[in-house]
């Protein structure tokens, strides 16, 4: 175990491990003025708590991630009820605000597979248009 030298009345403990990188852990100058160390396998099961947080922060994004995106998949949907035959520049403009057309081409494509919006393909003079309106 190496430790580094204390800075703003930490002790800062650094230990190798399998892991690439090294685990790092901050204990209050008080404490560590008293005999404290800090095993291997306290290590190692602080290490997987650590991994556990991480894995746990990630999916908690993705639930609130997901949430978000049918958020903004049911307003397209209200939109579209009202405003029938409604293209991607129309939902950036008046809707989706500052959002790529990218961005709000996905949101259709998933309602689309869903089968909660039809794509209506309008040919006239000039490049064919995508419209989208409520199945």
Do not use: C
């Not at 230990?15 to 800090?38: G, M």
């Not at 209200?78 to 520049?89: F, K, Q, S, W």
């Amino acid at each position: 175990m190496q430790t580094a030298p204390r800075f703003e009345g930490y002790i800062i403990i650094t230990t190798s491990h399998p892991d690439p990188r090294p685990a790092t852990v901050a204990i209050p100058q008080r404490l560590s003025e008293t005999h404290l160390e800090i095993d291997a396998e306290s290590m190692g099961m602080a290490i997987e708590l650590t991994k556990w947080f991480r894995r746990e922060s990630k999916r908690v994004y993705l639930i609130s991630n997901q949430a978000r995106q049918s958020d903004e998949e049911e307003k397209v949907y209200e939109y579209l009820a009202i405003h029938p035959e409604t293209t991607v520049r129309d939902l950036q403009r008046n809707l989706l605000r500052g959002k790529s057309s990218d961005y709000v081409e996905e949101i259709i494509k998933r309602l689309v597979k869903k089968g909660r919006v039809t794509e209506v393909v309008l040919k006239g003079k000039g490049r064919p248009s995508r419209v989208y309106s409520v199945s």
